[in-house]
């Protein structure tokens, strides 16, 4: 296996350094441009982008052991979640690259401060997006950094391959800025594609099929094939608190909105929603293959050993190094977008001078929060679903202050950046167990969410000067 | 038409996620019992196909 390896991760590598090449001599030296690819992509680029920032490590190997060890209702966290995310994606996108287009913003930040006319705003966004999502980058290289561990020869610890990975990804984003990292993600998101299949095609041919494998399951856990799941986790509250703040990420995260951003206008919108939605479907079916299988072969095994045995040590020599590849790819596809736009959206939101970019600046940020993640990601220890559906709930918080200044025209109050952020503290105080997680027998983060979408759109009902 | 479909999945979400469908028990497929997972694929089809409907309607538009 380790001949095909060097050779998956020779080919890996030069296709990221070309594309970085590429990506430079489009950009020129146009700050805009480096930063958020100003003149417009093309959609199909951008739909793949898209598509390998969102299914990351957490799509190749959080959903299979979720799928192993939570059963079938899995589905309806992640499956039904995903696909209905293209509706998102078409109702916010065609109104935010509208307000691109007619008002020159480039960046949710930008937005915030133009229609509340304030930074508090702003800074309330940064700190939802800061606080959860460095976490979430950081286990994103945790989880395939031990994995690695676990795979190589002894003594290359977890550490070493997390520098070679944020290095790597720093050197691509500082040549290439986003127009690197989004030829980049399409090598990844394809890359992730192909292994995802055909790891599940093996796998179910081994136990006879799909329907055989369904089976199987069923006789080895019943409790595998409905809600709760055997663990009792999925709870209808779980689900659908789970489903409404994974349907904010294409809104909050920004490493999603700057995708919807660099269309080259709103009527690629719709075909990006359609494509997205597709692609969700057939990147997740096949984790339901992965994750059963591992269900009836691997019940008692740790997170870490199912992966590396399904994924890796038990499938055919070439596919075993292709699965590393992709698994490094997935991490790194949705590490480098995020940092890339944490760094972008905290230039654009901190600095004084409107209009002012620096590209050199973005860098060093990305640089920045690249160290801050590594350091995070040798303290992390958490699941790595649980801790990506915290990440997702923090974030959806500042979600209806964003749409609200989306849908909205004129001069907003600071009352919903307010009640964002008292919500943010309460959710974070809940998370860490200072506060109780549940109230009256109603989750904490599914009531915040809903308070902050009741609130915001009372007021955008309310608003003299609503309709855009 | 557009307002349709958007109301309509809506309610399919809403349906989804309420106790009635994450409370399915495990069965033999049947449309007297469908299993839990063969109805999470089956709304995911649904919804992709009036997001392909909607986007039509969108384009049509534009």
């Known amino acids: 296996m380790t001949g095909w390896l060097a050779v998956f991760l020779f080919v ?4 990221l350094a070309i594309n970085a090449r590429q990506a430079k001599r489009e950009n020129g030296s146009d700050a805009h441009e480096i930063v958020f ?25 959080g959903i299979p052991d979720f799928f ?5 209702a899995t589905w309806l966290f992640i499956g039904v979640t995903d696909v209905a995310m293209g509706f998102v994606v078409l109702w916010f996108g065609l109104r935010y690259r509208k307000i691109i287009e007619r008002e020159g913003v480039f960046s949710v930040s930008e937005l915030l401060n133009k229609r509340f006319g304030s930074a508090l705003p702003v800074y309330v ?9 460095a976490p979430y980058v ?16 002894a003594g290359v610890p977890a550490w070493f391959w997390a520098i070679c990975m944020l290095l790597l990804i720093g050197v691509y984003s500082w040549i290439g800025g986003l127009r690197a990292i989004v030829y980049s993600d399409v090598v990844q998101g394809l890359v992730l594609l192909a292994v995802i299949w055909l790891v599940a095609h093996a796998l179910a041919s081994s136990a006879g099929g799909v329907s055989a494998l369904l089976s199987q399951t069923r006789n080895m856990s019943p409790a595998l094939m409905t809600a709760p799941g055997p663990a009792g986790l999925m709870t209808w509250q779980f689900l ?12 909050t995260q920004p490493q999603l909105t700057a995708r919807i951003a660099a269309t080259k206008g709103p009527r690629e919108i719709p075909i990006m929603a359609l494509s997205i939605s597709f692609f969700a479907l057939i990147i997740l079916l096949p984790t339901i293959v992965i994750g059963f299988a591992g269900a009836v072969a691997y019940p008692d095994l740790s997170s870490g050993e199912f992966l590396a045995r399904i994924l890796v040590v038990d499938q055919a020599p070439v596919l075993g190094a292709l699965a590393i590849v ?9 590490a480098d977008s995020q940092l890339f736009a944490l760094s972008a959206e905290g230039q654009a939101g901190l600095r004084r001078t409107e209009g002012a970019i620096s590209s050199v600046g973005v860098r060093i940020l990305v640089a920045f929060f690249a160290i801050g993640c590594f350091v995070l990601s040798l303290l992390t220890s958490s699941e790595l679903v649980l801790l990506a559906r915290v990440s997702f709930a923090g974030t959806a918080i500042v979600g209806p202050m964003i749409v609200l200044a989306t849908f909205s025209e004129g001069r907003l109050s600071l009352f919903s950046p307010c009640l964002a952020f008292v919500c943010l503290l309460v959710f974070a105080l809940s998370t860490l167990g200072v506060l109780p997680t549940t109230f009256s027998g109603v989750r904490v983060d599914l009531a915040l969410m809903l308070i902050t979408a009741f609130i915001g759109f009372a007021e955008y009902r309310i608003h003299p000067r609503r309709r855009g | 038409m557009k307002k349709i479909i958007d109301i309509g999945v809506v309610l399919l979400c809403g349906a989804v996620y309420s106790p009635l469908i994450v409370g399915l028990p495990d069965g033999e497929l049947t449309l007297a019992s469908p299993p839990l997972l063969f109805v999470g694929v089956l709304a995911s089809l649904v919804i992709l196909l009036m997001l392909a409907a909607r986007v039509v309607l969108e384009r049509r538009d534009q």
């Open chain 1, 12 to 15: 890996y590598v030069v296709l």
């Open chain 1, 37 to 61: 690819a100003r003149s417009g992509m093309r959609t199909s680029l951008l739909f793949l982008s898209f598509a390998a920032t969102l299914f990351s490590t957490f799509t190749l190997m």
């Open chain 1, 68 to 72: 192993r060890i939570h059963g079938a």
């Open chain 1, 125 to 133: 966004y940064l700190i939802g997006i800061f606080v959860f999502l």
């Open chain 1, 138 to 153: 950081a286990i994103q290289i945790q989880g395939v950094s031990q994995l690695l561990t676990v795979l190589s020869p």
């Open chain 1, 240 to 251: 659908l608190a789970s489903f409404v703040s994974i349907l904010w990420m294409p809104v």
């Open chain 1, 326 to 334: 992709g698994l490094i790819a997935a991490a790194m596809s949705t």
